[in-house]
């Protein structure tokens, strides 16, 4: 359960599919002028160095955000925080979830984070320290229960768990129900993977089931080397935001478009 650190993964083709969605979201929803929360249940360290001997082992950014970063615009969300944090840490920095928020939230909205694994919680202060918020050394299934709803109400929830612990894919759909009941109009972000065997089917068959107004987008791409398991990435969003569903119909074109002759 505490083996799993993102820098092997950091900037892959699912970082790009999920940042570039978070990026949008949070820019949609900062547009009134009113706070927001921002919760994330499994943050990682939030930055991420690409030189890094692990990231450079498994080649998934060179698979990933080094061929798609000129698919967006620069004035698109996504490519704009890319650029910022370019300029700040240098070439090679790339920014998990946490920094992705951050850097698009306002003064006045709060943002709360969790991360269980030592070493990582400790590179997650230490890279957040300067954007403020709460850090909680704690389970993120345990901290999303404690906080929703949180202060402001009015907020997104991102739940990126690794999946390293199988039992999640049957117990997600209970846990973001529970959540849902408790914070009716806080906007839930589901990230999952997409396998060869295809084991978040039943699990997305049945938050469908549950919750039949929320969005469920998901794009395919090639395996980033031989073998690999992840051909994929999947979010389902309760309360997406408006017009979410047309800026995920964009990127699904463009993974197609960009992708198609490697598939």
């Not at 006045?108 to 202060?125: G, K, N, R």
């Not at 031989?226 to 993974?255: C, D, K, T, W």
Request: proline share 8%.
């Amino acid at each position: 359960m505490l083996s799993y650190q993102h820098i092997y993964h950091a900037g892959n083709l699912a970082d790009v599919h999920k940042h570039s969605l978070l990026a949008w979201a949070l820019s949609y929803m900062t547009r009134k002028d009113k706070p927001l929360s921002y919760l994330e249940t499994h943050a990682g360290r939030g930055l991420y160095d690409l030189s890094d001997d692990a990231a450079l082992k498994t080649g998934e950014a060179a698979k990933g955000i080094n061929i798609a970063r000129d698919w967006f615009a620069p004035d698109h969300p996504y490519r704009q925080t890319l650029t910022r944090v370019a300029n700040t840490h240098g070439p090679t920095a790339y920014p998990g979830s946490p920094l992705i928020a951050a850097e698009g939230l306002r003064p006045m909205d709060s943002i709360h984070l969790s991360e269980l694994h030592p070493q990582e919680f400790a590179a997650l202060q230490a890279n957040m320290a300067p954007y403020g918020g709460v850090f909680r050394q704690k389970d993120g299934w345990e901290m999303a229960l404690s906080q929703c709803p949180p202060e402001p109400r009015r907020g997104l929830l991102l739940i990126d768990p690794s999946f390293e612990v199988k039992a999640d894919y049957q117990t997600i759909p209970k846990t973001i129900a529970q959540i849902h009941r408790k914070w009716g109009v806080g906007v839930i972000m589901l990230w999952y993977p997409i396998l060869t065997d295809a084991p978040h089917k039943p699990m997305i068959r049945e938050l469908q089931d549950a919750l039949p107004d929320a969005l469920t987008h998901e794009v395919r791409f090639p395996p980033a080397r031989p073998g690999h398991r992840m051909v994929g990435s999947g979010l389902f969003v309760v309360n997406a935001p408006y017009g979410f569903a047309e800026e995920g119909a964009r990127i699904s074109a463009l993974f197609q478009d960009r992708l198609s002759h490697l598939m």
